[in-house]
């Protein structure tokens, strides 16, 4: 079996600010082919058609020629053409000068990761995340571990502040060096923390491993004062983050956290509105989750 690929960790110094500007497909038992003029009411052809490509490289085959997918698809070949060429500029298939053939990208991994957490708990926590990115003005996400690393999945820009976090679901970041990682660990075992940590080790210098663990020591303490961290400088100079971890039953533990620019949030915005209401979420996100289990 083939390793997956995945989007490498995002080094913590390259987050910036950034200004953001129906029915399933029917197929035919068999070759699995989109009937091209089975589109639902209100649905946007070139979308279905785009996501139509994606779809053909479902199965086995790996490499595929413009007239595979055309024959899959049920699209005309200069369609399959043009949509093979926009797909591969996203970053969504990688073409073969070679071969002269298409296969499948990174990229098209990042549409799946949120399915790393159950899908009830993005759900649950979207609208939540939504609200407190709106009330706050910053970027609100919630993600979770994945080997050494921290992975997004899932995240809410505000609506009324362009000037966000570059950061997008299925993102990884290590999590030694962030302080999503470090709420993450503060809330683990001290026996799996201290196995993370052993494994960590190797791939820090002696100084850089000191500061870490100390990062770490202050973010634990944090917690266990205000039940929340705050760092600011970690993601970038004018990026203040805050973080919490997020305990649910018979799940894996994962943070939700809101970050912005620092003169957004600003430790009194922090104390008096951001933490409580990020605190506020993770509570009701528990309720939530320990009804569930009830019903």
């Not at 209100?42 to 994606?54: D, H, N, Q, S």
């Not at 759900?123 to 050494?148: E, H, I, S």
């Amino acid at each position: 079996m083939k390793a997956a690929v995945r989007k490498p960790a995002r080094r913590v110094k390259d987050v910036r600010i950034v200004l953001r500007a129906p029915n399933p497909p029917e197929y035919r038992n068999g070759n699995a082919v989109l009937r091209a003029d089975a589109s639902a009411p209100g649905t946007i052809k070139p979308i279905e058609r785009g996501f139509a490509v994606l779809d053909a490289f479902l199965g086995e085959a790996d490499w595929l020629a413009n007239q595979d997918i055309a024959l899959r698809t049920g699209l005309p070949k200069a369609t399959v053409s043009r949509l093979a060429q926009t797909l591969t500029a996203l970053g969504y298939l990688t073409y073969s000068e070679q071969r002269r053939k298409y296969r499948l990208a990174v990229s098209v991994l990042t549409l799946g990761f949120a399915a790393m957490v159950d899908t009830d708990v993005v759900l649950q926590a979207r609208p939540l995340m939504q609200k407190l990115a709106d009330d706050n003005g910053v970027f609100v996400a919630l993600a979770g571990r994945d080997g050494l690393d921290m992975i997004f999945f899932e995240n809410c820009h505000s609506a009324s502040n362009t000037a966000t976090v570059g950061l997008g679901v299925g993102e990884h970041m290590p999590m030694a060096s962030s302080p999503v990682g470090w709420a993450l660990l503060a809330c683990l075992h001290e026996n799996e923390r201290g196995y993370l940590l052993d494994h960590m080790r190797p791939y820090h210098k002696r100084d850089e491993w000191m500061a870490v663990r100390q990062k770490l020591t202050d973010a634990e303490t944090q917690i266990g004062e205000k039940s929340y961290c705050v760092s600011t400088g970690d993601w970038g100079p004018d990026i203040t983050v805050v973080a919490t971890p997020l305990k649910l039953a018979d799940r894996l533990p994962m943070v939700l956290l809101c970050a912005g620019q620092s003169r957004t949030l600003t430790k009194a915005r922090v104390e008096q509105k951001a933490g409580p209401q990020l605190l506020a979420m993770r509570r009701q996100l528990q309720e939530m989750e320990a009804q569930r289990a009830q019903a």
